[in-house]
């Protein structure tokens, strides 16, 4: 199942980075949560109108929005850790290049809930782990 796991996750990433909103939402389950650093603020973005509108900020902000995939993970039977740098260009022409660590929760082979990550530590002790 593992396995299994991180290879929805890769297609996750690749839908993203396609920007193919019904690629992203066909590994999704119906109750997906997307969890990104400033949901404190704007709150998480979840289910099929979440992940709509995670696509529309990304192509209303950048010009450049891309994932490489720098090592997965599966840390157990349905959670996959991805350490990631984002490579983006906002629309204003300003690049940036963000490490990223990501804490993928999936059920039934579908992702549930994903959480991103800024700090790499805080990442790693959400998932019950440390550097």
Do not use: H
Not at 26 to 37: G, T
Not at 38 to 47: L, R, T
Not at 101 to 116: A, H
Request: contains cysteine; glycine residues 6%; negative net charge.
């Amino acid at each position: 199942m593992s396995e299994e796991n991180i290879e929805i996750v890769k297609r996750a990433i690749t839908a993203i980075n396609e920007r193919d909103i019904a690629a992203y939402l066909a590994v999704c389950a119906s109750d997906f949560e997307l969890i990104n650093p400033i949901a404190a603020i704007e709150g998480s973005n979840k289910g099929e109108q979440g992940v709509r509108a995670f696509f529309d900020g990304i192509r209303e902000a950048t010009t450049k929005f891309e994932m490489e995939i720098e090592r997965l993970e599966a840390l157990d039977d349905d959670r996959v850790l991805a350490w990631l740098t984002l490579d983006m260009e906002t629309t204003g022409g300003f690049p940036q290049t963000q490490p990223l660590t990501n804490l993928y929760e999936l059920k039934d082979g579908k992702l549930l809930r994903v959480r991103v990550f800024f700090d790499r530590a805080e990442a790693l002790e959400a998932a019950g782990l440390s550097e």
